[in-house]
């Protein structure tokens, strides 16, 4: 089966500016797939060539196996985009936008998948709404139905939560969960890294251009086999010996502790029983996604 997307030593530059420097990785048919990295790092100059908006300074890239260049029609009915800009025309109404970008596709008739991707993105009491009526979140809804209104098999979703509400935010993936589990190819951009991490299951993190992590989560997640226990005691006085493994005090007296691995714990119980301070809460916890980004960029 040919990949979803195939991206093969793809570069981009601005003037003196690398975006992309050499960037490849192939994402499979049905993939739920995170590109992560730091504003400038190049993921939407990366999108924006996967959507023909910006040519290559060099390497190939491919949609559903039809190069964005010689190929573009092909490649860009197969790829719909929820863009980071709330970008819309005011001069029509919800209903009227998404059946002018189903034309777009030359698709007729298509007034049933139409609804139904209101329905689901809860904009079918705005569908005879104008555009320039609607809030923010609620036209930020409408992108992602223009995305999805041609059906595309792979879809890119370019921090498609940013500054929404919780309930969009949920509603959002409860959505895309389904069109990932009916077949679609998802590629999610996001700075919200537990949504990555919940989503995922496999991600590139890009920085100054370049890949510098690609693995699945599980995998990256396991890299960095340390853990953090997060204590509240009484006295509420931490023994000498443990003070440099302090990473954090918090407002409420709880400190916590970054250990190598989960066998100190018993290590850190000893001293507080040697110093006589009793635990009055503890929460051991591993590194989520966010601490494993930091550390890969730190690293990188």
């Known amino acids: 089966m040919i990949p979803a997307i195939q991206v093969d030593q793809v570069a981009k530059r601005y003037g003196s500016l690398q975006a ?9 048919q049905g993939e739920f797939f995170g590109l992560l990295g730091p504003n400038g790092a190049g993921k939407t100059t990366l999108i924006n060539i996967l959507a023909g908006l910006v040519i290559p300074s060099g390497g190939t890239a491919r ?18 985009v929820v863009p980071q800009e709330l970008v819309f025309d005011p001069f029509f109404t919800v209903r009227e936008t998404l059946t002018i970008q189903s034309g777009y596709f030359g698709l007729a008739g298509n007034r049933g998948w139409i609804d139904e991707v209101m329905h689901h993105l809860d904009l079918t009491s705005k569908a005879d709404t104008n555009m320039r009526a609607l809030s923010g979140g609620m036209k930020r809804r409408v992108l992602v139905a223009q995305a999805l209104v041609h059906k595309p098999p792979v879809i890119v979703l370019d921090e498609p939560t940013a500054g929404v509400d919780v309930e969009l935010r949920q509603a959002l993936w409860k959505f895309v969960r389904r069109l990932n589990l009916d077949g679609h190819t998802i590629v999610l951009t996001t700075h919200y890294l537990e949504e990555a991490e919940a989503l995922c299951a496999r991600i590139a993190m890009l920085k ?4 510098v992590a690609l693995d699945t989560t599980q995998n990256l997640l396991r890299m ?14 931490l023994p000498a010996a443990l003070e440099p493994l302090v990473v954090e005090r918090r407002e409420d007296g709880a400190c916590r502790l970054a250990l190598k691995d989960y066998v100190e714990v018993e290590s850190v119980m000893a001293q507080l029983r040697k110093a006589q301070v009793r635990v009055q809460e503890m929460e051991v916890m591993r590194p989520d996604l966010e601490e494993v980004f930091v550390q890969i960029m730190q690293k990188a």
């Open 63 to 80: 949609v559903m196996g039809f190069d964005v260049r010689e190929r573009y029609r092909e490649a860009r009915r197969a790829l719909g």
């Open 208 to 211: 100054q251009g370049q890949i």
């Open 224 to 237: 960095h086999s340390g853990c953090y226990v997060v204590l509240r005691l009484d006295p509420n006085a």
């Open 20 to 28: 992309l420097a050499g960037v490849s990785l192939d994402i499979a």
